[in-house]
């Protein structure tokens, strides 16, 4: 599924955030620390390699909500977009925290002049957000944000499966539509 909004497209596709080779930066879901991990951040910090953690340690710790830039490093990627995305039932108001991830990504994306950025499902995993709710949250967020954007003029979300992609690209529909 693929919209254009204010001159920004946005899609939803199924894949490995860490294998977007078409898309100058992907957004990890970091932990407070920016260290290697699971899920998104151990694939993202895999292929990036060693450098991508070492660069992080200055940034580190970030809070729920935060975002912060670093290079790619192996990544396909010029860029990484950390963001600490809320633990759903610890880090509250969870909904705004989530959302604060999503727009403060965009707004590191626009400082740095970077076109095209792909975002996981950021807390779904082992943060244990509710897909749907992410899933609207973020689309909200983002179609909220397209009105401002300058250099960002694509976004992508990509999603671990095919089921989580047909749920972004229904929400995206309903909201577009």
């Known amino acids: 599924m693929r919209v ?7 899609e939803c596709v199924t894949g490995d955030i860490a294998a977007q080779r078409d898309m100058d930066a992907v957004v990890n879901a970091a ?38 830039l ?13 963001c600490l995305g809320p633990v759903y039932g610890h880090d509250e108001p969870a909904g705004r925290l989530l959302g604060a991830c999503y727009r403060n990504a965009l707004t590191r994306a626009e400082e740095a ?4 950025v792909a975002f996981p499902a950021l ?6 957000y509710p897909l749907e ?7 909200q967020t983002v179609l909220d ?15 671990h499966t095919e089921q989580d992609r047909d749920l972004y690209a229904r929400l995206l529909e309903e909201c577009t539509a």
Request: glycine share 16%; charged share 15%; hydrophobic share 40%.
């Open 145 to 159: 944000a397209t009105p401002r954007l300058d250099a960002v003029g694509h976004i992508r979300f990509v999603l």
């Open 113 to 116: 002049g970077i076109y095209s």
């Open 31 to 68: 932990n407070a620390w920016l260290r290697p991990g699971g899920g998104v951040a151990g694939a993202i910090h895999r292929a990036a390699g060693p450098g991508l953690e070492r660069e992080g340690q200055p940034l580190a710790p970030i809070e729920p909500g935060q975002a912060v």
């Open 4 to 10: 254009d909004i204010h001159g920004t497209t946005i």
């Open 133 to 139: 709710d992410a899933a609207r949250i973020a689309i």
């Open 70 to 82: 670093t290079g790619g490093h192996h990544l396909p990627n010029r860029f990484v977009i950390h």
């Open 123 to 128: 807390s779904t995993g082992a943060f244990g």
